[in-house]
């Protein structure tokens, strides 16, 4: 008798141990779910945007809330890497920018957006920036869509003229007036 019931303790040690790792694997399932559920909550109530699209990849591309001024930078990156690298004067217009809206070096957003002026970002980051805007224009009502896209056009236009031309001629160049107008049909 002494046996089967040392047999049947060992037993459900065995299983208890077994139901504890299988309890640990779906405990880690959800709190990774509750963290992606998090910061989507907390970029529909920063971006006032309800997009799932573009929630989850904002959420995908590790974007932390506190970033969320980086992304408003995008268009001008995107500018400033149109001809294939960032002039001096292009990195110190986004810079600028950055400062008047409130990025502080040492932060977060800063680091990224450091790197995004080092290495063309992720093809990914404008797509999902693109989808963010249309998105937020259907919600804005047609005087406030219109002061976005003139602010957001105005620093990504500045961008573009800040390395000059020659003479003052030709200050934009073709790939950069081309992304221009694809930042722009993101607003139509």
Do not use: H
Request: glycine share 4%.
């Amino acid at each position: 008798m002494e046996f089967k019931s040392g047999l049947r303790t060992k037993a459900r040690a065995l299983e208890n141990a077994f139901f504890a790792e299988q309890d640990e694997r779906l405990l880690a399932k959800l709190r990774e779910k509750a963290v992606r559920e998090e910061k989507k909550t907390e970029f529909r109530e920063y971006l006032n945007v309800d997009n799932e699209e573009v929630l989850e990849a904002l959420v995908d591309l590790d974007v932390e809330p506190e970033t969320l001024v980086a992304f408003s930078l995008v268009p001008l990156v995107e500018v400033a890497w149109a001809d294939g690298e960032i002039q001096k004067q292009e990195r110190e217009a986004i810079i600028k920018a950055a400062v008047e809206r409130g990025v502080d070096e040492g932060s977060p957003t800063c680091a990224l957006l450091r790197s995004w002026l080092e290495t063309p970002p992720n093809p990914l980051l404008l797509e999902t920036w693109r989808a963010y805007i249309e998105e937020l224009m259907d919600s804005l009502d047609e005087d406030t869509g219109a002061q976005l896209k003139n602010s957001v056009m105005g620093r990504a236009r500045a961008v573009a003229e800040a390395a000059g031309g020659i003479l003052g001629l030709a200050s934009i160049s073709s790939a950069e007036k081309q992304k221009l107008d694809e930042l722009e049909w993101a607003f139509e």
